[in-house]
């Protein structure tokens, strides 16, 4: 899946199906449903996962907690948009997930 695709998927009820956690919870956040988004991100336990984790609370207006988890992504602090950083971050891990499938 590419990331427009990715972004055309919103319109759908659910995320589409074979997406990773970290991916399904960005797929929430961009419906704007934050709080499903956050528990999928708590599970995730991984650098995707925290860096998902790190949105949600930049999002949320914590900073505090977002500098937190992008540290366990091993990102620093994002000081884009909220929307650009969704962006990248779907870009990032869609391309991650094709790399995986190859």
Known sequence: ??????RDSLAAHAPPTGLS????????????RWEQAHELAQNAEDRDGAWV???LHRVE?????????????GRDVCTTTIDAEW???SVAMLSSAADSEE
């Open 1 to 6: 899946m590419d990331p427009v695709a990715f």
């Open 61 to 73: 207006g914590d900073l505090a907690n977002a500098a937190y988890w992008y540290r366990r992504a």
């Open 53 to 55: 984790h790190a949105h």
């Open 87 to 89: 962006r990248a971050l």
């Open 21 to 32: 956690v970290p991916l399904q919870a960005l797929w929430w956040s961009g419906k704007g």
